[in-house]
């Protein structure tokens, strides 16, 4: 069973910086598809950044050139890192991933019912 876990969410002034980290038991072969997803207020659910099993990122155009998604070698933990945040990228930060290792150059806008595990998810507010 994979167990997501995120940290690092909190208050951050816009034009500032943040860095979400996910911490990952339970898989145990290859480097499953993984992605940050988040949730505002009154909104679905939606894809920030991915990744697939060769670490192919893929980001929502809401924050191309201001994201950075990443993980260890030893696929324990996921990263997310984000530059000049904005008020409407306030949000629950979710951490999720796909039961197996697929090879998608591109699916953070792809349905989310494939995603089987999720984290807690970790509320960022970014005030103006």
């Known amino acids: 069973q994979v167990q997501l876990a995120e940290s690092g969410g909190g208050s951050v002034q816009s034009g500032g910086s943040l860095k979400l980290t996910c911490a990952v038991s339970?898989?145990?072969?290859?480097?499953?598809?993984m992605g940050w997803f988040r949730q505002a207020p009154g909104k679905e659910r939606e894809g920030v950044a991915t990744?697939?099993?060769?670490?192919?990122?893929d980001y929502a155009e809401s924050v191309k050139g201001r994201a950075t998604i990443s993980r260890d070698q030893d696929s324990k933990f996921l990263y997310l890192e984000m530059n000049n945040v904005k008020p409407e990228d306030t949000a629950i930060y979710y951490c999720?991933?796909?039961?197996?290792?697929?090879?998608?150059?591109?699916?953070?806008?792809?349905?989310?019912?494939?995603?089987?595990?999720w984290g807690q998810g970790t509320q960022v507010t970014v005030s103006s």
């Open positions: 999720g991933s796909r039961p197996y290792a697929c090879y998608l150059e591109s699916w953070v806008d792809a349905p989310l019912r494939e995603v089987k595990y």
């Open positions: 339970g898989v145990t072969y290859g480097r499953y598809c």
């Open positions: 990744l697939d099993a060769i670490d192919r990122a």
